[in-house]
């Protein structure tokens, strides 16, 4: 599995670059100086090479739960599994969870539109200069374009706007993508048009991502035979970049609690009490991060 890892993931992944509104470079690091211990992956790599490492049948591809109590899961189908354990690895709006907390997720005050543009090197060179090889970041007055390198010559872009939620959601329009792209350029009409063709050459696909999080240190009372991990432990906003890197570590650790302890509710138990605290730091990093990271004079106390 270390093997498949490193033939996806993407060392140079972890430079980064930080520019003002005018396209000047505020700070740069490479991706050796950052250390090498954080390279970039496709989520959809990632998830292909972990199902695939898997038995067959492990994973039912096609059937929804449609009912969750402790032990015990109804499907679509009808049928009822039963078990010692249900783990809620379901996401942001975990239908889990509910067994265990009240919490819901928050809105952050912070909007993501998603864009993708393809063949960079080639069909737009210019913006993947910009880039560069990892991700680049140009906040200025409660908005910012973030763009990140993806595998097979893709970047990935999210336009940011702290702005009600309902606002950013009615900039776009899945039927009409040159709209949708005009709406944001007059958003960010006072940003160099180096930065702003992050938006104009986006391909059609345009969808709004409100950023929410739970709140900084969410935790529940043991209940028997139920527990989460990932998002729906602990969903918080993409500042500290943590997401995917917490649910695998939870993931990791459950089965080192599981398999290390005679009985469920004492593995959960120990599971559950080093979750609690690292989840916390990681969330209260991510909520500070993005408020730093849209502060007013954000990017200027960044230099190069």
């Known amino acids: ?9 993407r060392d140079e992944g972890e430079a980064l670059r930080i520019l003002d ?10 991706a050796d100086a950052s250390g090498g211990t954080r390279p970039e992956v496709d989520r959809g790599a990632l998830k292909r090479i972990l199902v695939e490492s898997l038995p067959d049948g492990v994973v039912r591809w096609g059937t929804k739960v449609t009912a969750v109590a402790a032990g015990r899961l109804t499907l679509d189908t009808g049928e009822v599994l039963e078990s010692d354990l249900v783990v809620g690895a379901d996401g942001a709006w975990s239908k889990v969870r ?18 993708h543009l393809s063949d960079v090197d080639t069909a737009h060179p210019a913006v993947a200069a910009l880039v560069g090889a ?21 970047i990935r872009v999210y336009a940011a706007l702290q702005a009600p939620a309902e606002t950013v959601t009615g900039l776009v329009d899945p039927t009409d993508p040159a ?3 005009a709406r944001l350029l007059e958003v960010f009409a006072d940003f160099d048009a180096g930065l702003r063709a992050l938006i104009s ?7 709004p991502r409100p950023i929410h999080a739970l709140p900084v240190g969410h ?34 650790e459950l089965a080192v609690a599981l398999s290390g302890h005679d009985d469920v509710e004492s593995a959960l138990s120990a ?18 991060n993005l408020a730093e990271s849209f502060r007013p004079d954000a990017p200027a106390r960044w230099s190069t």
């Open 1 to 9: 599995m270390t093997e498949r890892f490193h033939a996806i993931a």
């Open 134 to 154: 990892g991700s680049m970041f140009a906040p200025a007055d409660g908005k910012g374009l973030i763009a990140q390198r993806n595998g097979g010559g893709r």
């Open 219 to 252: 935790r529940w009372a043991r209940v028997p035979g139920v527990t989460l991990l990932g998002d729906a432990a602990h969903v918080m906003s993409p500042f500290a970049g943590e997401g995917a890197n917490l649910a695998m570590l939870d993931s990791a």
């Open 271 to 288: 599971y559950e009490t080093a979750l609690f605290p690292r989840a916390e730091e990681a969330a209260r990093g991510s909520a500070d």
């Open 201 to 207: 050459d986006s391909d059609d696909t345009l969808v």
């Open 21 to 30: 509104k005018h396209g000047v470079v505020r700070f740069e690091e490479t």
């Open 179 to 181: 709209g949708t792209r």
């Open 98 to 115: 509910p067994l265990l907390s009240d919490a819901v997720p928050v809105y952050s005050g912070l909007s993501f539109v998603e864009a």
